[in-house]
Every structure is written in C-alpha cells, then in structure tokens.
C-alpha cells in the first residue's frame, strides 16, 4: 500500500497558479493510477483530475485547459499545476490511488477575487 502526502497550498488571487505535490511512499507511483479531488465548503467531493499508469491524463471539464496533471517518477510524486485559478477553484485538494483507495491528508487552496 502507498501512503501519499500532499504539499503546496495556499492563497492566491485570480488568475494566478499554484502547484500542488502528491508524494509517494511505499510504493513507486507509476504503478498506480493517481487521482486528485477537491472538495468545497457544503460541497460534495468531487474528482478534479487523473493520471493513470501508463502516463494518459483526464481532467474534469470545469479544470480542462488551467490544470495539468505530471508526474516525476526520480521524485516519485506527481504535481497538480494549477493555473489561471478562479475564487470557484477554492477547496481542500487531495490525493487518492486509486487500487487501494489511500488517501492524503489534503491540502488548502484559497483563490481571491
């Protein structure tokens, strides 16, 4: 099993980028497909992006064309970049591999107008 721990929140204005770290540990990340969630106050969870084994990317159509999933496999982690945020793009961000369902512990995005 893979225990994972994401980095790299904060506060930013419109338009601006952030990129967020999911590392692994206990196992080597590109044998897993790797899914980042974000979910909003009074929200439900909802799936952001995902990048499985073989590399193939897919992103929900709210992140298509400012999010970008990559993975560093020396690093064995994989980035969410997120670029020209919006004030709706803020959320607790997380991680999830998907086999055995192990989640990070999050992190805070905050996007201001």
């Known amino acids: 099993q893979v225990r994972l721990v994401e980095s790299g929140g904060g506060t930013v204005q419109t338009g601006g980028s952030l990129r967020l770290s999911c590392a692994g540990f206990g196992s080597a990340l590109r044998a897993h497909t790797i899914q980042w969630y974000r979910q909003a106050p009074g929200k439900q969870r909802e799936l952001v992006a995902s990048m499985a084994r073989g590399g193939e990317s897919i992103y929900a159509e709210f992140v298509k064309g400012r999010f970008i999933v990559v993975r560093d496999n020396d690093k064995n982690t994989v980035y969410l970049q997120m670029n020209s945020l919006k004030p709706e793009d803020t959320a607790f961000y997380y991680c999830?591999?998907?086999?055995?369902?192990?989640w990070g512990q999050g992190t805070q995005v905050t996007v201001s107008s």
């Open positions: 999830r591999e998907l086999t055995w369902g192990s």
